[in-house]
């Protein structure tokens, strides 16, 4: 199950429970790419064509559809691996050498037919999931170094024209923006070069023939890679897409010495035709089971708007019991509370507790928010250093810089150069000594700047974002029942390579309701709605300026993993009797929300309604928003999905209890009639 194998023809088949994944070897020995869709059991009625030049500017090199093209001969098109052998030779020319299987996972074993430089293909069917890991090894057996100059983990072949490409873009504070443009000739590129942080591009795709929520066909792809990654589709002049996924080749190379091996980052992928929605069930549940950690997520409160730089314990302390009596779970203490940091130009990695604001340590404020039964979290930024602290001051070569070059500094800030030794220990035995000392449950892992100055080597892209990954694997063993957040000034490292690693994602540092209801439809399309951490803020808010009432700013965060970011010593008696109706309602909703099934509803109003539902076996949530009211005020008939059709629903609208079929809510749907500016409600259904 999950593999199979035309051992006649050398034609080998990926399959999951409703898709296969085909390809062979061919008469000139490459690995040709044949099918990609809903499953076909007979592998035997697959036979590898034989291909033949349009002409000799189009040799057939150049117009097979190769599973993992490589640089050299008569290739022209975007190539996955390009090395430099120590003659100076910057060609491969690979020949098929056998397969081996590992359970559910297939290996393609590749070699050069001069060096003994060898390429191993990894494919692995996620069964029940109807997804496929794809990843790619290169290891240098010979007696010399080989530099790798490019290498992308995989490519896919799509055999249509015309498709709809769907990625997200945007910068800080407007993270995970969604677009779609129509293919056509010529290439689009998504990537990052920054090193830290993911703000503009997702690596991911998506890839639609004209597909909808429900119905039509999608391919698509996750990168595990945080940092320097780029994404290739192009569609050719043979008739076909193709997309490359992998590491970004700007200013990259890796020095592979003599009998050492390098894994490139996994590609999860698949197909449905079956729309969006099926597409993003298979990822949510599949990273809910295999990826992230069990249990609900706490309800957290942050400090951060309360007080900024300005922290100290007796405030925290008043903020931890207010947050205790609207309902918090967990108490985290955001920037300031170490080193000399009152702004952001000292105290970065001066890892100490500030004696001036907690005079006895921290000890103190861990044991009141103990003693009122909530866990403690606290914020770091462990890759950055100011210039000002002692760290700095004391070893200056600790950053990237050139000795001929002035250091550039960004948010007041430099970064530590992950890749050295001293650097890595330094990191882990600061924060190993942190959840040592105290009674830590929650660490905000922020990143505020990217990098510069990288230095002479130009594998440190890649290798900065290892040393994050090792670390907190580390940590985790030795403290395994810490929860990380992935931050990186707002929702730079969203992705699935820091994901499972890390707990919970910052989604942005833009936590305006309104705005947050389509980054995280964006979010949705990808990633597990367990993992996205939203918060509730004060108005105005800081980035828009608007003012949105209480109820919609709940809502719109109870949609992910529930924070509150207010200060809370300042809420009303009203606000503060909401809030413990809004976090009692969302704890008694969470496991819907957290480990459910996310569907984007459609909008039937000429009202600008956003519609969301959650189904978790009975129960489901309906969360519907009107920004704004117009047109009369129309109301939006709701059609609910994956529902039971023969079983029947309990729910109320406007006080009234009603009960119908899961057909007729499915079907016929609801009228939801949202009034004003900022309206909200959620509905919940239980099934009888």
Not at 80 to 89: R, Y
Not at 184 to 208: A, C, M, Q, Y
Not at 409 to 415: F, H, K, L
Not at 622 to 645: E, I, N, T
Request: one cysteine or more; proline letters at 3%; a negative charge.
């Amino acid at each position: 199950m999950g593999i199979k194998i035309n051992e006649n023809q050398n034609i080998f088949s990926i399959e999951t429970k409703n898709t296969s994944y085909i390809f062979g070897v061919d008469n000139l020995g490459l690995i040709r790419h044949l099918y990609w869709g809903n499953r076909i059991d007979n592998i035997n009625d697959f036979q590898m064509p034989v291909l033949n030049e349009v002409s000799t500017n189009d040799p057939v090199h150049e117009i097979t559809p190769e599973e993992f093209p490589v640089h050299g001969g008569l290739r022209y098109k975007e190539t996955c691996l390009k090395v430099n052998f120590s003659d100076k030779t910057r060609e491969i020319v690979l020949r098929y050498e056998g397969y081996e299987i590992n359970g559910q996972e297939l290996i393609i074993k590749l070699k050069d037919n001069h060096y003994d430089f060898d390429v191993n293909l990894h494919y692995r069917s996620h069964y029940d999931y109807d997804l496929m890991e794809r990843w790619v090894e290169v290891v240098n057996n010979t007696k010399d170094q080989v530099l790798v100059e490019k290498i992308h983990s995989a490519q896919f072949h799509i055999p249509y024209e015309g498709l709809n490409f769907s990625n997200t873009c945007g910068h800080w504070g407007a993270e995970q923006q969604r677009f779609t443009q129509k293919m056509s000739f010529g290439k689009v590129v998504i990537e990052n070069r920054r090193g830290i942080s993911t703000h503009n591009h997702n690596p991911h795709f998506i890839l639609d023939k004209d597909a909808t929520e429900s119905t039509g066909e999608v391919y698509f792809g996750a990168l595990k890679l945080s940092g320097n990654f780029k994404g290739v589709v192009e569609q050719t002049q043979y008739g076909e897409t193709l997309v490359q996924m992998g590491i970004n080749e700007f200013d990259f190379e890796l020095s592979l010495e003599a009998g050492k091996s390098f894994i490139a980052p996994a590609i999860i992928c698949g197909y449905t035709s079956r729309g969006f929605e099926r597409m993003s069930h298979n990822l949510h549940k599949f990273a809910n089971d295999n990826i992230l950690r069990s249990g609900l997520r706490p309800v957290l409160y942050n400090s951060w708007e309360a007080t900024e730089f300005k922290v100290t314990c007796n405030e925290q302390i008043k903020l931890a019991k207010k947050a205790k009596e609207i309902g918090a779970e967990l108490f985290v203490v955001d920037d300031g509370w170490f080193g000399e940091r009152d702004c952001i130009y000292n105290g970065l990695g001066d890892w100490y507790v500030n004696e001036e604001k907690f005079p006895n340590g921290l000890k103190p404020l861990i044991d009141e928010v103990k003693g009122l039964d909530m866990k403690f979290g606290i914020w770091v930024e462990p890759e950055m250093v100011n210039p000002l602290a002692s760290l700095y001051k004391e070893h200056p070569d600790l950053i990237y810089h050139y000795e001929t070059r002035v250091s550039d500094t960004s948010r007041g800030q430099y970064v530590l150069n992950m890749t050295k030794k001293e650097v890595k220990e330094f990191v882990y035995q600061m924060l190993d000594n942190l959840l040592s000392s105290y009674e830590i449950d929650y660490i905000k892992w922020d990143a505020n700047r990217p990098i510069s100055q990288a230095g002479v080597e130009k594998d440190i892209w890649y290798k900065h974002i290892e040393a994050i990954y090792d670390i907190v694997k580390e940590l985790k063993k030795k403290h395994p029942d810490v929860l990380f957040e992935a931050c990186a000034s707002g929702g730079g490292r969203t992705d699935y390579g820091i994901l499972g690693i890390f707990d919970d994602f910052w989604t942005s540092d833009n936590t305006d309701a309104y705005d947050r209801l389509k980054i995280q439809n964006s979010y949705s399309y990808i990633y597990p709605i367990k993992a996205m951490r939203a918060w509730v803020t004060d108005c105005p808010n800081f980035l828009s300026q608007r003012v949105i009432p209480m109820k919609f700013r709940y809502h719109s965060a109870m949609m992910g993993t529930l924070g509150i970011g207010c200060n809370i010593l300042k809420l009303s008696e009203d606000e503060i009797e909401l809030s413990k109706e809004m976090i009692n309602e969302y704890k008694n909703i969470r496991h819907i929300v957290q480990e459910g099934s996310f569907y984007r509803l459609e909008n039937t109003s000429e009202n600008d309604y956003a519609l969301f539902q959650y189904v978790k076996e009975g129960e489901v949530l309906l969360f519907a928003f009107l920004p704004q009211s117009k047109l009369g005020h129309r109301a939006a008939r709701v059609k609910l999905r994956g529902l039971d059709g023969d079983k029947i629903y309990k729910f109320q609208i406007n006080e009234e209890e009603i009960e119908k079929s899961g057909s007729y809510l499915m079907n016929q749907g609801i009228d939801i009639k949202l009034i004003g500016d900022y309206d909200s409600k959620i509905i919940k259904f239980i099934c009888k």
